[in-house]
């Protein structure tokens, strides 16, 4: 049901509905963790939590079946703050004495809801997490198209001290303006761009000029969707902070996170 619905009438519509409820209650939105490393060192530098919807014990459901059914619904809000709060649970042993960095996905639906940045702000405070750990990834989509109630909502997050990151760069609507104006501290280069750095030379000089603007405005760059060595390195050479793909590792449950981080991440004694 949940993977035909959107679009669909209004039965359909409360079948999804129900659908996720028994989801939620189940408490079955859950996050797998894929590594951040930094170009400059090769060092772990934190982890993007990725929802994931564990139907059973064995299926687990990619976000982009769940997703847009749940902002369609209005059950994002709950959802969100199932996945926050299971992402937030793991604590990965720090890094030279350096704390790790969770990057949490936001929907745009999220920023509607004015309770969210306080509901964070106190989550991370019982999980003992400072909330510069907790960078907020944002997609580049139409609804960043009113930058005033969008600056609003965002500034809500930076007092508290909770860092933004501007999702999926180069394929959305964002303008270098709106760039400039709003509080981001992070650039993330779509992973189209990445995939062909390797065989385009077209796709080399976007993403140059794309590190090039994000380091002009201050922001840390990161490249996503690095399947391979021969694009690491070019994204080293032309400057890019840092980096996350297969090719450093997929997207994991926690228990293997923490077997990658002590074999491949190298962390304090
Ligand atoms: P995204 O934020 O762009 O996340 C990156 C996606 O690329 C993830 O897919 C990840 O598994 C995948 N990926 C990572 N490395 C590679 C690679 O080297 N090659 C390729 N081909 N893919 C790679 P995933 O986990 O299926 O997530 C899909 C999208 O769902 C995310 O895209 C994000 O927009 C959304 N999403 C995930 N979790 C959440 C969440 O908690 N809340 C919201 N609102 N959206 C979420
Ligand atoms: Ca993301
Ligand atoms: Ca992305």
Same mark, same amino acid.
């Given at each position: 049901?949940?993977?035909?619905?959107?679009?669909? *009438?209004?039965?359909?519509?409360?079948?999804? @509905? %129900?659908?996720?409820? +028994?989801?939620? &209650?189940?408490?079955? #939105? /859950?996050?797998?963790?894929?590594?951040?490393?930094?170009?400059?060192?090769?060092?772990?530098? *934190?982890?993007?939590?990725?929802?994931?919807? @564990? %139907?059973?014990?064995? +299926?687990?459901? &990619?976000?982009?079946? #769940? /997703?847009?059914?749940?902002?369609?619904?209005?059950?994002?809000?709950?959802?969100?703050?199932?996945?926050?709060?299971?992402?937030?649970?793991?604590?990965?042993?720090?890094?030279?004495?350096?704390?790790?960095?969770?990057?949490?996905?936001?929907?745009?639906?999220?920023?509607?809801?004015?309770?969210?940045?306080?509901?964070?702000?106190?989550?991370?405070?019982?999980?003992?997490?400072?909330?510069?750990?907790?960078?907020?990834?944002?997609?580049?989509?139409?609804?960043?198209?009113?930058?005033?109630?969008?600056?609003?909502?965002?500034?809500?997050?930076?007092?508290?001290?909770?860092?933004?990151?501007?999702?999926?760069?180069?394929?959305?609507?964002?303008?270098?303006?709106?760039?400039?104006?709003?509080?981001?501290?992070?650039?993330?280069?779509?992973?189209?761009?990445?995939?062909?750095?390797?065989?385009?030379?077209?796709?080399?000089?976007?993403?140059?000029?794309?590190?090039?603007?994000?380091?002009?405005?201050?922001?840390?760059?990161?490249?996503?969707?690095?399947?391979?060595?021969?694009?690491?390195?070019?994204?080293?050479?032309?400057?890019?902070?840092?980096?996350?793909?297969?090719?450093?590792?997929?997207?994991?449950?926690?228990?293997?996170?923490?077997?990658?981080?002590?074999?491949?991440?190298?962390?304090?004694?």
């Amino acid at each position: 049901m949940i993977g035909a619905a959107l679009g669909r *009438g209004e039965r359909e519509h409360r079948a999804v @509905q %129900a659908e996720l409820s +028994d989801a939620l &209650a189940a408490e079955a #939105f /859950i996050a797998h963790y894929q590594p951040k490393i930094s170009l400059a060192t090769g060092e772990l530098v *934190g982890f993007e939590c990725l929802a994931r919807w @564990q %139907a059973n014990k064995r +299926d687990l459901i &990619a976000p982009d079946v #769940f /997703i847009g059914c749940a902002e369609q619904t209005g059950q994002i809000h709950e959802l969100t703050r199932q996945v926050y709060r299971y992402a937030l649970t793991w604590r990965p042993p720090d890094i030279g004495g350096k704390p790790l960095k969770y990057a949490l996905n936001l929907s745009p639906l999220n920023l509607g809801d004015e309770d969210f940045p306080r509901w964070l702000f106190e989550e991370c405070k019982a999980q003992g997490i400072a909330p510069s750990q907790v960078i907020l990834e944002i997609t580049e989509t139409a609804s960043l198209n009113n930058p005033l109630v969008l600056l609003e909502n965002l500034t809500q997050f930076r007092i508290r001290g909770f860092e933004l990151s501007i999702d999926d760069f180069g394929v959305g609507y964002s303008s270098m303006v709106q760039l400039a104006r709003l509080p981001f501290s992070e650039l993330k280069i779509d992973r189209m761009f990445v995939k062909s750095l390797a065989t385009s030379e077209e796709s080399m000089k976007i993403v140059s000029a794309v590190i090039g603007l994000g380091h002009s405005l201050g922001l840390n760059v990161v490249a996503e969707g690095v399947e391979g060595s021969q694009a690491l390195e070019l994204l080293y050479r032309a400057g890019c902070d840092q980096a996350q793909g297969y090719f450093i590792a997929k997207p994991m449950s926690h228990q293997a996170a923490a077997l990658w981080q002590a074999t491949c991440g190298r962390q304090d004694g």
